[in-house]
C-alpha cells in the first residue's frame, strides 16, 4: 500500500509538471514526512493519509491555466464546495488533493488560482511555508517541501483544531524534532525560523511542547 501511496504522489507530481504548475506549489502536511528520507539518515516516514496538500505563495500568478485538465487525465474529478467555491481533486480510490493560500485582506474564505477554476482554502500559519522549504527530485522533477522545522511548527500551531487527527500529528512532530535535534544544521535552521515567529506563537509552541512533555530543539552556538 506504501508504494501504491508513493506512487499516486508521483502521478500528482507529474501532472502538475506538465500543467507548469509545479513550480508554484508548495507540498505540506503528512506527506512531507516521505521526502525527508532525504534529509534525514535513519528516517522511517509512516504516511496513512491520502489527503495530499499543497500550498500557493502567490495565488493571483499560479499558473494553474491547465491543472484541471491534467489531473483529469489521471483520473482526479473537480469538486467544489456549494458555499465557498473550495476545490478538491478525487480519484477513484479516494486519494484527495487540495489547496491552501494565506489569508487574505478581504477576508475571503477561498481565493482563485491564476484564471483557472480552482479555488485555495485561505487558512492562518500556512505563510510559513513561503520561505520555509526544501527542494528534493522525485523522479527527475524537483519539487518544493515544506522545511522539516517549518513541518513541525505549522503542525504544533494547529494542532488543537485537529479533532480526531490531533494525537496523530502529535506523533509527527515528536518524531521529526527528535531528528531536528540530533543535527546541529537542523537545530540552527529551526531557531532561524523560530526566532522570527510573533511572540503570542513562540508562547503557543513552547506552551504545546510543556504539556506534551517534549522538549525544544537544543539552541547551538555559532
Given amino acids: 500500500m506504501a508504494v501504491e501511496n508513493e506512487n499516486k504522489l508521483s502521478e ?3 501532472a502538475f509538471a506538465d500543467a507548469g504548475f509545479i513550480n508554484d506549489v508548495i507540498l505540506i502536511g503528512s506527506w512531507c514526512l516521505s ?3 532525504e534529509v534525514f539518515e535513519g528516517f522511517v516516514p509512516s504516511v496513512r493519509t491520502t489527503d495530499i496538500d499543497f500550498y500557493v505563495p502567490d495565488s493571483k500568478r499560479a499558473n494553474a491555466a491547465d491543472l484541471s485538465e491534467r489531473l483529469k487525465s489521471i483520473n482526479y474529478d473537480h469538486f467544489q464546495d456549494s458555499m465557498t467555491s473550495k476545490s478538491r481533486f478525487v480519484s477513484p480510490e479516494g486519494f484527495e488533493v487540495e489547496f491552501l493560500a494565506k489569508l487574505n485582506r478581504e ?3 477561498c481565493v482563485r488560482l491564476g484564471s483557472s477554476g480552482i479555488f485555495a482554502e485561505s487558512l492562518s500559519y500556512v505563510e510559513l511555508f513561503g520561505s520555509n522549504y526544501i527542494e ?8 518544493k517541501v515544506a522545511s522539516p522545522s517549518a513541518f513541525a511548527i505549522q503542525k ?5 483544531r485537529r479533532g480526531n487527527k490531533a494525537e496523530k500529528d502529535a506523533q509527527a512532530i515528536d518524531y521529526v524534532l527528535s531528528f531536528i535535534n540530533a543535527s546541529t544544521k537542523s537545530c540552527a535552521e529551526f531557531y532561524e525560523l523560530f526566532d522570527k515567529l ?4 513562540r508562547k503557543t509552541i513552547e506552551e504545546y511542547c510543556r504539556l506534551r512533555g ?3 530543539p537544543r539552541r547551538v552556538s555559532n
Fill in 107 to 109: 477576508g475571503l474564505s
Fill in 12 to 14: 500528482i507530481i507529474q
Fill in 198 to 201: 510573533p511572540r503570542k506563537w
Fill in 35 to 37: 521526502f525527508y528520507v
Fill in 136 to 143: 528534493v527530485k522525485r523522479n527527475g522533477i524537483l519539487v
Fill in 156 to 160: 504544533i500551531l494547529i494542532n488543537n
Fill in 214 to 216: 517534549i522538549n525544544l
